[in-house]
């Protein structure tokens, strides 16, 4: 397990917290983005690489709204043009993803459903979850295509605000060694933010990630983020094709539901109650899923 600290800011006050604190030799982190990689004990800022990389192929994002009628403000994207791309440092494209918003159609299934399913399971299945998963929905193994996620950085898109940002360092061999006796070690991470990060509205997600010798054919991740087991909400991104031994960069713009006080009350003062499911898919199969669990309480 990995536990991020980062927090957000007061009164526009950039203040920046690189804390990875580090309980595993390997983890990906999850919610309330795609999965950042671990760091060592604290994350070093990224630096530019002059490594060229081959970027994906045109996606979509889409966001589902809410089905917990309890809980209040968890609308979604406005489904407008993305932001225009933007020269990276190293080379490349940046693509700016943003959300749209789906309504919630699937019909509500159990996770104990799943788990006794004779096929694979599908992007539709996990659509139709109303409830945080108590396990996990594939083994590691099913990663065939070695999708490693390398680097993360968020940031607020209204101010510019960098909230932290982590790279994972090269493979060790006792790293290795340690993968190999416990696999799942690395799917499981707990964030702790400050209460003002419930007060974002707009943020930037970008993820950096590698692929093995097998193309990635309609790679799609459905991010479910729940309180108390009610469906906050739902993000789904097509990352489309992407090339065999390929490095690929996207940034995913969220955006936020307003939350009422009360709920924000209530997250800020249950820590660790807020949790999420991350799938990922290719052509329509579940081959990885990772999980998170969140609190509001650190300091300013």
Known sequence: MVTVIACAYKNKSPAVHRKLTRHSTHSTPSFPFPPPPPGRRTAEPLV?????????????????????????????????????????????????????????????VAEEDLRTKSGPITPEDVLGLRVATRGYLCKPEENIYNIDFVRFKIRDLETDTVLFEIAKPPHTDDE???????????????????????????????????????????FRMIEKHYFRDHLLKSFDFDFGFCIPNSCNTCEH????????????????????????????????????????????????
């Open 48 to 108: 530019p690489t002059h490594r060229q990389r081959e970027e994906m192929s045109e996606a979509k994002a889409r966001s589902d709204t809410p089905v917990a009628d309890n809980v209040p403000g968890g609308g979604g994207g406005h489904g407008t043009a993305a932001p225009p791309r933007e020269r990276k440092a190293g080379g490349g494209v940046l693509k700016r993803l943003k959300s749209r918003q789906n309504k919630v159609d699937s019909r509500p």
């Open 176 to 218: 290795e060694e340690n993968r190999a006796g416990d696999a799942s070690a690395g799917r499981f991470v707990r964030y702790q933010f400050t209460p003002a990060f419930l007060r974002l509205r707009t943020v930037g997600a970008t993820v950096e990630f590698t692929v093995g010798s097998r193309p990635l054919n309609n």
């Open 253 to 300: 713009i969220y955006e936020f539901p307003q939350l009422s006080d009360s709920l924000v009350r209530q997250m800020v003062e249950c820590p660790y109650e807020t949790r999420s499911d991350s799938f990922y898919f290719v052509d329509n199969k579940l081959v990885m899923h990772n999980k998170a669990d969140y609190a509001y309480n650190g300091r300013q």
